[in-house]
């Protein structure tokens, strides 16, 4: 593989200002790692966009080929997670944000990166999914940890069109859960429905900026993408015993709350980090999502992009007007 030349996406800047571009490489200009992989499909995430506007909490080094998905086939091993042929899935870690992304036609990562596909997962399912579909799997496996079954009352779903809030809805709509989806686009009600939502609310529905510390107890459990104000409002807004999981910051990264909901209502908030997830855990849920969480009609949330279209979707994402999953074919 020494003479192949790689094409990527290049983030970069150039006497002080951010340069993007299509380019092509020496396969010998690739990061150091212990697998070669010839990328087939990458996707565009929010944090993708953040990285190609060379954002520096997510952007960790320029030049930076951003995708911190990947999913292709081995070409090249030095590592006991993978032989050459394998169909892998690569994510986590600093992929895509410090070490070159999935955003090129060859990557080359550190083996712990790097995990095979389980049977009964297609490339192209797994790359749909990606961080997005595990990150959303992550939240309803907690809120199933914490007592929050389909019985259990109406699960509210915040920024509901996003990769990880439509996987959201999808998921627990598909599991028998009673969805509430909350969007900013409200043109996408019948999308959310046939997703699986039962209910469509906008924003201003469930955002509360008065002072009460508590509100009337409305939800079982939240999976909330977005942060800010609704994060605030949907814990006041939980049932006692409920659970709220928080994955993302778009609508603000500050919480100002208090703590009647966790000592009054014995509400949990919960965490959810899908970049430092281990290996074995990363194989343990994504075996569930070709297994018991499969999704079905997983083509119904992708857009297809190529290499040269990236540019158009990270704006996109940035101005809030993309909906499900956009698939980068990089083999295209």
Request: proline share 3%; charged share 20%; hydrophobic share 40%.
């Amino acid at each position: 593989m020494e003479s192949a030349r790689v094409t990527c996406f290049f983030v970069d800047k150039q006497d002080g200002e951010l340069v993007r571009s299509i380019q092509q490489h020496p396969v010998d200009s690739l990061p150091e790692g212990e697998v070669l992989l010839e990328v087939h499909f990458s996707a565009v995430n929010y944090k993708d966009a953040l990285a190609a506007e060379g954002h520096p909490g997510v952007a960790l080094g320029l030049p930076l080929v951003p995708g911190i998905d990947a999913v292709g086939r081995v070409v090249e091993s030095r590592s006991e997670r993978c032989a050459v042929g394998d169909e892998v899935m690569v994510s986590g870690a600093d992929f895509g944000t410090r070490s070159w992304g999935g955003w090129s036609t060859l990557a080359r990562v550190p083996g712990a990166y790097c995990f095979v596909l389980p049977e009964g997962l297609t490339a192209r399912e797994s790359v749909i999914l990606g961080t997005a579909g595990f990150t959303a799997a992550q939240s309803v496996e907690r809120l199933q940890h914490h007592g929050v079954e389909a019985d259990s009352g109406p699960v509210l779903v915040t920024g509901a069109t996003g990769g990880v809030g439509s996987f959201a809805v999808k998921l627990l709509g598909q599991l028998g859960y009673q969805v509430v989806a909350v969007t900013g686009k409200l043109d996408q009600v019948d999308w959310l429905k046939n997703l699986g939502a039962t209910r469509v609310l906008s924003r201003e529905e469930v955002s509360d900026d008065s002072n009460r510390p508590l509100l009337s107890g409305k939800w079982a459990g939240a999976v909330d993408t977005v942060g800010g104000d609704i994060l605030e409002t949907t814990l006041r807004s939980t049932r006692p015993g409920g659970c709220v999981t928080a994955c993302g910051l778009v609508a603000g990264s500050q919480l100002n709350t208090t703590v009647y909901p966790f000592i009054l209502r014995g509400i949990s908030l919960q965490g959810i980090d899908s970049a430092n997830a281990s290996v074995e855990f990363r194989q343990r849920l994504w075996t569930r999502l070709a297994t018991d969480l499969k999704l079905q009609g997983l083509e119904d949330l992708a857009v297809n992009v190529s290499l040269a279209d990236v540019e158009s979707s990270v704006l996109a994402i940035l101005a809030g007007k993309v909906r499900g999953r956009h698939v980068v074919e990089v083999a295209s």
